[in-house]
């Protein structure tokens, strides 16, 4: 069966069945369990560690996400209240801090479905 991986990274899936959970806890605001991942997807064994230090490219999916949320607050901000910098930090701040363990999640499931489909991509071009 072929599943997308980034389709999977949307549900927070393994890239590879689709099926496995990529994070222990379905809580993201469980602050004391939502980083913990189990080390192979339990449903296929495919690795979700693949090497040490893998998930510091998350790092940049995460900083993208941060980067278009903040975008989008300005310009709701800038609507209704027009150029108002104070209210617009501490919104933006507000909304930052809530939504990290969110942001955190994706930016790793993302980042996992990204390096599984250039890898995947690479070795077929390799039998090729
Ligand atoms: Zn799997």
Redesign the pocket.
């Known amino acids: 069966m072929s599943v997308s991986p980034f389709k999977a990274a949307a549900f927070l899936?393994?890239?590879?069945?689709?099926?496995?959970n990529l994070f222990s806890t379905a809580n993201p605001y469980n602050i004391k369990k939502f980083t913990d991942m189990p080390d192979h997807?339990?449903?296929?064994?495919?690795s979700f560690m693949p090497e040490p230090g893998f998930y510091y490219g998350a790092m940049y999916v995460s900083y993208a996400l941060t980067i278009a949320l903040s975008v989008f607050n300005f310009f709701w901000v800038y609507m209704l209240w027009g150029f108002v910098v104070v209210p617009y930090l501490i919104i933006n701040s507000v909304l930052l801090i809530l939504l990290l363990p969110i942001f955190f999640r994706y930016g790793r499931s993302y980042y996992l479905a990204l390096v599984y489909k250039i890898e995947k991509t690479a070795n077929r071009r390799k039998k090729f």
């Open positions: 899936k393994c890239p590879q069945c689709g099926k496995g997807c339990p449903e296929c064994g495919l």
